[in-house]
């Protein structure tokens, strides 16, 4: 049975599955229904070192880079409209956590809206939003956090973390807004975006 976990919570990934090597990170999100433009929501990832930094724009993953130079993380493709998953995640990042650079101290998993302050939209718009990670070995649902917060004026998440905690990883969840969507993520994660 898969760990449900709150806000700030977290759990060591070998202690609930010894061995695991590789993860899918699995993150979902229900548009409420909305007379104005679609929605748009993006999957990406940060990989940062000690300080929480990127260490070069290939450490962000998204739908323009879809994986890492050394092929340990990989965003299984864009899902623009969220067709592609109606039982399932609408997007999903893949993680080889044995292929991982030893300095690599976290990866940060990031949802955005898609022209967000174009379209008028925000997280408040947005429900049933959640992320989990998979044992990609037997597709068995390790944890799961479901963010049950109102993100009525937010336009970028992050949804959780992987950190290494004394050689170990392990996952938090995070559940913390911003504003000024993609691009104030890329900020808070040392990216240099135009």
């Given at each position: ?20 090597t ?10 409420r ?6 929605f ?7 990989l940062c ?5 990127t260490?070069s724009?290939?450490d ?7 994986q ?5 993380v ?16 609408d ?8 292929q991982?650079?030893?300095?690599v101290a976290?990866i ?15 997280f ?7 992320i ?17 917060e109102?993100?009525s004026?937010?336009?970028a998440l992050i949804?959780g973390?992987?950190y ?7 996952f ?13 993520l ?9």
């Amino acid at each position: 049975m898969a760990i449900s976990l709150t806000k700030g919570g977290n759990i060591s990934l070998e202690q609930e599955t010894p061995g695991l090597t590789k993860i899918e990170v699995g993150l979902g999100w229900d548009e409420r229904a909305t007379a104005g433009a679609a929605f748009d929501l993006d999957a990406s990832a940060f990989l940062c070192n000690e300080s929480g930094k990127t260490r070069s724009d290939a450490d962000f993953i998204f739908y323009g880079q879809l994986q890492t130079p050394d092929g340990s993380v990989q965003h299984t493709g864009d899902d623009p409209d969220g067709s592609s998953s109606e039982e399932g995640d609408d997007e999903s990042i893949i993680v080889a956590l044995d292929q991982l650079g030893p300095d690599v101290a976290k990866i940060a998993f990031t949802v955005t809206i898609h022209e967000a302050g174009e379209r008028g939209q925000n997280f408040g718009m947005v429900s049933n939003a959640y992320i989990r990670i998979v044992n990609a070995a037997d597709k068995k649902e390790v944890c799961r956090y479901d963010l049950t917060e109102d993100f009525s004026i937010e336009t970028a998440l992050i949804f959780g973390e992987l950190y290494r905690h004394s050689g170990a990883w392990k996952f938090r969840a995070v559940g913390q807004g911003f504003q000024g969507g993609l691009k104030e993520l890329c900020n808070h994660h040392g990216v240099q975006v135009a």
